[in-house]
């Protein structure tokens, strides 16, 4: 009896070892994430992925889908891999959870619109003052938080408020027997390192 040897199918990576599996959601969501990490088009509309890999534990589809259903149901929800390392690069089984995307959109930097100043931060001509705004995500609202004398006061400010919104949106109600519950506490205690 031979054997074959499979050959990356995706993005040049990943290997598709299961039988049957396309249009299934495991395969969809192993699918974009090479796509994030491995194909220089879309690195053109998202640059933040350039730079970014696939562990080589989930270069197999199967060994992916196998992470996969031990989750639970992830219905709605999207792969993240920055909530447990900021800034971390590589998405694998030690790096990556499924998390709403009410929360994966929390992060969002909009590094190309930001402008001069710190995150959350404007200078206000008209004032003659720093000015800060923060998005709350889940309401859909931009909240003005004040003018400030310096760039710094209005960061903090908006540093304050994110962690506020953070805390009432994704903390407050969450169970303690909740796996993702230890990583919440994480963030909000180190939510400086997100927004860099």
């Known amino acids: 009896m031979t054997t074959t040897t499979l050959k990356p199918t995706v993005c040049g990576v990943g290997i598709n070892d299961v039988r049957g599996s396309y249009n299934k959601p495991y395969y969809i969501t192993w699918t974009k994430m090479f796509e994030r990490c491995y194909d ?11 730079g970014c890999t696939v562990d080589p534990r989930w270069h197999h589809l199967s060994d992916f889908k196998r992470w996969y259903e031990q989750q639970g149901d992830v219905t709605g929800k999207q792969l993240d891999k920055d ?63 004040g003018f400030f004398n310096t760039e710094l006061e209005a960061h903090q400010a908006w540093m304050n408020k994110k962690k506020e919104l953070f805390n009432q949106y994704f903390i407050i109600e969450m169970d303690d027997n909740n796996p993702l519950k230890p990583y919440m506490i994480s963030v909000y205690n180190n939510m400086e390192k997100y927004f860099k």
Do not use: M
């Open 83 to 145: 909530i447990i390392s900021p800034g971390n690069k590589v998405y694998g089984p030690d790096t990556c959870l499924f998390v709403s995307p009410a929360l994966n959109s929390f992060f969002l930097k909009r590094d190309n619109d930001r402008g001069l100043y710190l995150i959350g931060v404007s200078f206000n001509k008209w004032h003659q003052k720093f000015e800060s705004r923060v998005s709350d995500n889940v309401s859909k609202r931009k909240l003005h938080l």
């Open 40 to 50: 220089s088009k879309r690195h053109i509309v998202q640059p933040t992925y350039i």
